[in-house]
Every structure is written in structure tokens, then in C-alpha cells.
Nanobody, 122 residues
Framework: QVQLVESGGGLVQAGGSLRLSCAAS????????MGWFRQAPGKEREFVAS????????NYGDSVKGRFVVSKDNAKNAVYLQMSSLKPEDTAVYYC???????????????WGKGTLVTVSS
């Protein structure tokens, strides 16, 4: 099993920045990729970003490209999401996920955190 715990969510004004963290523990060697997803009320879960443990391969959803940066610290088994130029439409619960397939779809990710709420006020 892999346990994931997100932190860093909160309330921020539009145009501001926020940094999310995801701490992974357990059998992390079974995972290849770490992803960030988000889900707003009444909407489907949306891919935000991903990073591969073994190299610097990153991927971003179209709605966050140029504003969000995903990074990792292999020594700490941690993944981060630096969010800048935040917009009210970025308001959602943000989830950290771990999987073994390079994909933007949530289904193949085996492990999920409980999420952290990000609220962007206008």
C-alpha cells in the first residue's frame, strides 16, 4: 500500500500563489508516476499535472500550463505543486495520486490522498 497526504491548501486571492505538498509513504517503489488532480463541485475530476519519479518528465493540463509547476523530492518521497496566477476557476479540492502508468486519466492511478481544498476569491 501507498499512503498519500496532501497539505498546503487554503484561501487565496485571485492572482496569488499557493504551494501544495504531497507526502508519500509505504511501498512507493511500486509507483512510477505521481499526479495532481482537482475536482470542483459538480464537475468531474480533472488532470492538473504529473511527474515521473525516475526522471524529469512532467505533464500539465491545458488549463494550468504556464501557471503551475510540479516538482518532486525523491529523497523525501514528496511531490509539490506550485500554483501561481491563481484564478477563481482554480477553486477545487486538489488530490495527489500515485500510479504505474503514464496517463492523464484518473482511473489508472492506484492510490489517492484525501485531498486539500483550494479556494480562490475574486
Amino acid at each position: 500500500q501507498v499512503q498519500l497526504v496532501e497539505s498546503g491548501g487554503g484561501l487565496v486571492q485571485a492572482g496569488g500563489s499557493l504551494r501544495l505538498s504531497c507526502a508519500a509513504s509505504g511501498r512507493t517503489w511500486r509507483t512510477t508516476i505521481m499526479g495532481w488532480f482537482r475536482q470542483a463541485p459538480g464537475k468531474e475530476r480533472e488532470f492538473v499535472a504529473s511527474v515521473v519519479w525516475s526522471d524529469d518528465n512532467t505533464n500539465y493540463g491545458d488549463s494550468v500550463k504556464g501557471r503551475f509547476v510540479v516538482s518532486k523530492d525523491n529523497a523525501k518521497n514528496a511531490v509539490y505543486l506550485q500554483m501561481s496566477s491563481l484564478k477563481p476557476e482554480d477553486t477545487a479540492v486538489y488530490y495527489c495520486a500515485a500510479g504505474s502508468v503514464l496517463t492523464t486519466l484518473p482511473g489508472p492511478y492506484h492510490y489517492w490522498g484525501k485531498g486539500t481544498l483550494v479556494t480562490v476569491s475574486s
